[in-house]
């Protein structure tokens, strides 16, 4: 099963930016549909960004569309999520998820294997 591994995450004021990493194990990275989810205090875990295995196919949750903008190296089994415009109610707990079908469309009713999160808090 792949490993996870989430950085990049900090404290930083309303309107700027951050970039957060997901680290992956494993040699099929490159064929998996990638993911990005967050859990706010006291509130559930909440879709964010998904990237299918070529980098062709994205989708985002309306809440950070237009600002916030998923990618993937498959050279380095990374996937990134840039933050840009943050505000306060970003503020969560980030999890990288990955889709561990090979090749297949997006659907991130797949992305099930999880990292452990990575913490971005946004002062007003």
């Known amino acids: 099963q792949v490993q996870l591994v989430e950085s990049g995450g900090g404290l930083v004021q309303a309107g700027g930016s951050l970039r957060l990493s997901c680290a992956a194990s494993?040699?099929?990275?490159?064929?998996?549909?990638m993911g990005w989810f967050r859990q706010a205090p006291g509130k559930g875990r909440e879709f964010v960004a998904a990237?299918?295995?070529?980098?062709?196919?994205?989708t985002y949750a309306d809440s950070v569309k237009g600002r916030f903008i998923v990618s993937r190296d498959n050279a380095k089994n990374t996937v990134y999520l840039q933050m840009n415009s943050l505000k306060p109610e970003d503020t969560a707990v980030y999890y990288c998820?990955?889709?561990?079908?090979?090749?297949?469309?997006?659907?991130?009713?797949?992305?099930?294997?999880w990292g452990r999160g990575t913490l971005v808090t946004v002062s007003s």
């Open positions: 998820a990955a889709d561990q079908r090979s090749y297949r469309d997006l659907d991130i009713r797949y992305l099930e294997v």
């Open positions: 494993g040699r099929t990275f490159s064929t998996y549909a």
């Open positions: 990237i299918n295995w070529s980098g062709r196919s994205i």
